[in-house]
């Protein structure tokens, strides 16, 4: 597994890592994601956010999309954007879990912890994306 990383204008970073199609595919992204803000300069209890959201989005790809294919991270301007694009056309719904459901609150916790977050389609499928405040 390979982390490519581009510089592209202004103090954007972009990192993009191709994603396993198995149940690996969630704890890579978190150590890349971590080692990515780590390098950044980033820390601190909003990091855990960031790391959990990856979690839920990554997970959500892998279980209801159809293929996970990769996440892209960019910072610019204190402000984190990760997307992740599976081959899926299934629109995510934000969904009231059952209080008694072990399941289905990834998005609700995407919903919580990130500043905004959405979907947009894409050649292929779609991506996911979420937005962080982070200094």
Known sequence: MT????????????VSLPLPVDVTAPAVARQAVRA???????????VDDVLLA????????FEHGEKPDRLDVEY????LTLRVYDSGSGRP???EPSPMAARSRGLQL??????DWG????KGGKYVWA?????
């Open 110 to 115: 995407v919903h919580a912890l990130s500043d």
């Open 76 to 79: 610019a301007d204190g402000r």
């Open 36 to 46: 990515t803000l780590s390098g950044l300069g980033l820390d601190g209890p909003e």
């Open 3 to 14: 982390m490519s990383k581009t510089r592209s204008e202004g103090t954007s970073t972009v």
């Open 54 to 61: 990856t979690s839920e989005l990554v997970t959500n790809a």
């Open 93 to 95: 719904k934000l969904k």
């Open 119 to 122: 979907f947009e389609p894409c």
């Open 131 to 135: 937005v962080f405040s982070l200094r």
